[in-house]
């Protein structure tokens, strides 16, 4: 029983920036891997950024220098700072967690998933 709530998206001009916050249920956040993947309207699911349980990152190439991911264990909560926002970032971002092992590209090794939030960059 793991909730994921993001918050945090909305509309900004290319350029910008915005920060997405996920908070997690439960008393073991600190033992999961988290994730965010995006989707964008006609377009797959696809992977974002990554942080593991010990504090390991990983990126997409069409983020990395861009993004951040980040995770305060004592909130329970993981973060994406978003800069240098492009159109093509639009999309609605899902936070995502696993157990212990996971494949931080695929979206099949992640067990739990939030409601997802809307990012919407213009230009």
């Known amino acids: 029983q793991v909730q994921l709530v993001e918050s945090g998206g909305g509309s900004v001009q290319a350029g910008g920036s915005l920060r997405l916050s996920c908070a997690a249920s439960?008393?073991?956040?600190?033992?999961?891997?988290m994730g965010w993947f995006r989707q964008a309207p006609g377009k797959e699911r696809e992977f974002v950024a990554a942080v593991s349980f010990d504090g390991r990152t990983y990126y997409a190439d069409s983020v990395k220098g861009r993004f951040t991911i980040s995770r305060d264990n004592a909130k329970n909560t993981v973060y994406l700072q978003m800069n240098s926002l492009k159109p093509e970032d639009t999309g609605v971002y899902y936070c995502?967690?696993?157990?212990?092992?996971?494949?931080?590209?695929?979206?099949?090794?992640?067990?739990?998933w939030g409601q997802g939030t809307q990012v919407t960059v213009s230009s």
């Open positions: 439960g008393r073991t956040f600190s033992s999961y891997h």
């Open positions: 995502a967690a696993a157990l212990r092992q996971f494949a931080y590209v695929v979206p099949a090794t992640y067990q739990y």
